[in-house]
């Protein structure tokens, strides 16, 4: 009987502590895609951390000079909008992002054309064709409607403007696992009237760079 006692309590404990871990696991996934709070605003400095050096190979990507108006999507506190600045300082460069945790700390980071705003990727409300670079960094996996995503994206990105994604190749296969494939990827952005002209890895990092399909 001791040792059947002993066996269910340990029982009893492993399944408390897995359940701790899902819940915990949860709660971190929902944070990475609407940060709030301390913890939220604690994650937003690790991934300042964390992600700068993948911000730095994204743009060196980049063959795009004559850059006018920038919108960066998913910024977090703002850290990958202050280097786009940084990179294109005649720029204007708009940080949007779906938490109002995030933006208010990104607003301390306002400056002369570089601006943050509360917008849902979905609708961001802005004219047509307004942004010749749109970026997002370690974001698109946590679009709500992905669909919905991609085709505001390109409404509101000029004709001849450039779509760059870059994120962690694992979080692409978890979170959007139809897109692992490339090829599924290229379909998908055909159907929105977009055309992924490359993509390329660099360790446990990938990139995309997209365009509006010609007619």
């Known amino acids: 009987y001791f040792n059947k006692g002993v066996s269910s309590l340990l029982i009893i404990i492993i399944t ?6 899902y819940f915990l696991m949860h709660h971190l996934i929902q944070q990475s895609k609407n940060p709030t709070g301390i913890l939220g605003k604690g994650m937003m400095k690790i991934w300042n951390y ?12 980049l063959d795009k000079n004559d ?25 204007t460069v708009i940080g949007i992002d779906s938490s109002a945790t995030a933006i208010s700390e990104a607003k301390d980071s306002e400056s002369l054309n570089l601006k943050f705003e509360r917008k849902d990727v979905r609708k961001t409300g802005y004219p047509d064709e307004t942004f010749d670079l749109i970026t997002g960094f370690q974001t698109h996996f946590h679009w709500e409607d992905i669909e919905t995503s991609f085709t505001e994206l390109r409404r509101v ?17 978890y979170f959007l696992p139809q897109f692992k494939v490339e090829d599924e990827f290229s ?14 890895k660099s360790g446990r990092w990938i990139l995309y760079k997209i365009v509006k399909e010609t007619n």
């Not at 703002?78 to 280097?83: E, L």
């Not at 990105?157 to 296969?173: F, M, P, R, Y």
């Open 67 to 91: 850059v006018h108006r920038i919108l960066d999507v998913g910024v977090g506190n703002g850290r990958s909008s202050i280097f786009l600045k940084e990179i294109y300082p005649r720029s």
């Open 16 to 21: 408390i502590c897995l359940l701790f871990l």
């Open 187 to 200: 379909k998908f952005l055909s159907s929105k009237g977009l055309n992924l002209l490359t993509s390329q």
């Open 50 to 61: 964390t992600y700068f050096p993948m911000y730095v190979w994204a743009t060196r990507q």
């Open 157 to 173: 990105l000029t004709s001849d403007g450039l779509l760059l994604l870059a994120c962690e190749w694992q979080k692409l296969v």
